[in-house]
Structure formats: structure tokens, C-alpha cells
């Protein structure tokens, strides 16, 4: 798979896509593109490849901004079940805010709890990797 934007999109070992995302503001739609290719393969319903697309965008515009390099996306899959993985290089732990209806910025781990099945932060020595699954 050749997505432009992406240094790297491969299938790898248990996982049906591994990124690793350039820094720069393009990555969040490039990983998008790529995640949404998967989906249809995987031919995932329409409404759940919404919230899986608008949950990677999350991600990986949580890592780009706050994490640092390196950052990698990888989608895994088994029994109908999705699991979107985002590291990065940073330390610290994000929090899930509750926006004000005015509020321009801080909902992305709001959207990721209220989309994702379930979804986790977990130290990676150096860094970090945020979980997000999702079933049907």
C-alpha cells in the first residue's frame, strides 16, 4: 500500500497495517486514508468505519502534536474486532476533558471514550501507545 504522506504502510505480523507517521500536520488524513482502506477490506460496518476513522484522526493528531517522534499507527484484527494502536515518543499521560460547548480544542479523548469499546494509555519506557478497540 502506497499512501502519500506515510514513510512506511505494510502488513505485519498479527497486524493488517503498521504506519510509521511522518510528523508533519498531513498525518492525521493520510492515516485516515490508509485506515479506511483496511476497513472496506475487512468490510466493516459503514457507521463503525466512522468512528474508527474519526478516532485515528485523534490519535494521531494527539501524537503529532503533543508526542514527538517516533510515531506509529497499527490496526489489528480478529473476530470482528478492531484494535487501533497510536505510540509516539513522548512521556506524560494524556486526560480525557470534558469541552465546553464553546470549547475549539481538547475533545479528542473525550470522542476516543465515547466511541471506542474501550481504550487505554500505556507506558512505553520511552514513550507512550494509546489502545482504542472496537467490535461488531
Same mark, same amino acid.
Given at each position: 500500500?502506497?499512501? !502519500? ?21 498531513? %498525518? +492525521?488524513?493520510? %492515516?485516515?486514508?490508509?485506515?479506511? #482502506?483496511?476497513?472496506? #477490506? ?7 468505519? %466512522? ?5 485515528? @484522526? #485523534? ?9 514527538? !517522534? !517516533?510515531?506509529?499507527?497499527?490496526? $489489528?484484527?480478529?473476530?470482528? #474486532? ?8 513522548? @512521556? $506524560?499521560? !494524556?486526560?480525557?476533558?470534558? +469541552? $465546553? +460547548? ?22 512505553? $519506557? ?11
Amino acid at each position: 500500500m502506497t499512501v !502519500p504522506g506515510i514513510r512506511e504502510a505494510r502488513s505485519n505480523g498479527g497486524d493488517r497495517l503498521s504506519l510509521d507517521l511522518t510528523t508533519e500536520h498531513r %498525518a +492525521p488524513s493520510m %492515516a485516515r486514508r490508509a485506515v479506511a #482502506e483496511v476497513l472496506r #477490506e475487512l468490510d466493516v460496518p459503514q457507521d463503525l468505519e %466512522a468512528d474508527i476513522l474519526l478516532v485515528t @484522526s #485523534e490519535l494521531v493528531t494527539n501524537a503529532v502534536e503533543h508526542g514527538g !517522534p !517516533p510515531a506509529r499507527l497499527r490496526l $489489528g484484527y480478529a473476530d470482528k #474486532e478492531i484494535t487501533l494502536r497510536v505510540s509516539d515518543g513522548g @512521556s $506524560g499521560r !494524556p486526560a480525557v476533558h470534558r +469541552p $465546553g +460547548p464553546l470549547a475549539e480544542r481538547n475533545r479528542g479523548l473525550w470522542l476516543v471514550d465515547a466511541l471506542a469499546k474501550d481504550w487505554r494509555c500505556d507506558d512505553l $519506557g520511552d514513550g507512550k501507545v494509546l489502545t482504542a478497540r472496537f467490535h461488531w
